[in-house]
């Protein structure tokens, strides 16, 4: 079975431009998970989907971030306009939706950003 | 604030001795909790998880337990390889697909 995939890997851009990450889960997975992880820090959730629909962006910085999941499979995150401070690791996870008890999350690779 | 936290940036142990990861939390709701390994460049691997109605879960070669009184769990590896060499991330959640909150990690080098 095929794990979660991201890409691009690696992105270095300016200050101010913007920036844009991709995230296709395990398939059947209905949960879909953005966490945002700064170095010497564990991941921080950013934005959870279930299906198409937002579970919860509470910690999502609006005024920059946006993130979508149209067909409730692939998702999006965009940055717009880039600050220093989003340099990080940007990880995507799935889960399968069925328990909504205590479900497993399953991490893809990450994109690395840095932001000069 | 930290609601899960691993005091312990790095550790390091010798191939074949007992590596132990420490972990505590704050939030009593806390009611799943789970480990994840990390190896440069990729991302977290789940590892073992173990639910607040049990205090130890085995899987192989790695043991989780759980002291809900004392709000701590720890991650036992017997015996320790050289593979084992990553960052560990301890998570938390409540119950109800809710968001992990994990630790900062705790670095394991086991020496050959």
């Known amino acids: 079975e095929a794990g979660v995939a991201q890409s691009p890997r690696y992105k270095i851009i300016e200050k101010r431009q913007s920036v844009a990450f991709w995230c296709n889960p395990i398939?059947?997975?209905?949960?879909l998970y953005w966490y945002q992880q700064i170095l010497g820090q564990g991941p921080k959730l950013l934005i959870q989907?279930?299906?198409?629909?937002?579970?919860?962006d509470s910690q999502l910085p609006k005024d920059r971030f946006s993130a979508e999941r149209l067909k409730g499979v692939d998702s999006t995150l965009k940055i717009q306009p880039a600050k220093l401070e989003d340099s990080a690791v940007y990880l995507c996870?799935?889960?399968?939706?069925?328990?909504?008890?205590?479900?497993?999350?399953?991490f893809g690779p990450g994109t690395r950003l840095l932001v000069l | 604030d930290q609601q899960v936290k691993q005091n312990s940036p790095s550790l390091s142990v010798q191939e074949g001795r007992i590596s132990i990861l420490n972990c505590d939390y704050t939030n009593s709701m806390f009611d799943y909790f789970l480990w994840y390994k990390k190896y440069p460049a990729e991302g977290p691997t789940f590892l073992i998880s173990?639910?607040?109605?049990?205090d130890k879960n085995e899987d192989g070669r790695f043991t989780v337990f759980l002291n809900k009184s004392a709000k701590h769990l720890s991650l036992h590896i017997v015996p320790s390889q050289p593979g084992d060499s990553a960052v560990y991330f301890c998570a938390a959640l409540v119950s109800g697909n809710t968001p992990l909150v994990f630790g900062k990690g705790t670095r394991l080098s086991v020496i050959a």
């Open positions: 989907f279930q299906n198409n629909g937002v579970v919860d």
């Open positions: 996870a799935s889960s399968d939706g069925k328990d909504s008890f205590q479900e497993t999350q399953y």
């Open positions: 173990i639910s607040s109605i049990k």
């Open positions: 398939s059947g997975h209905a949960t």
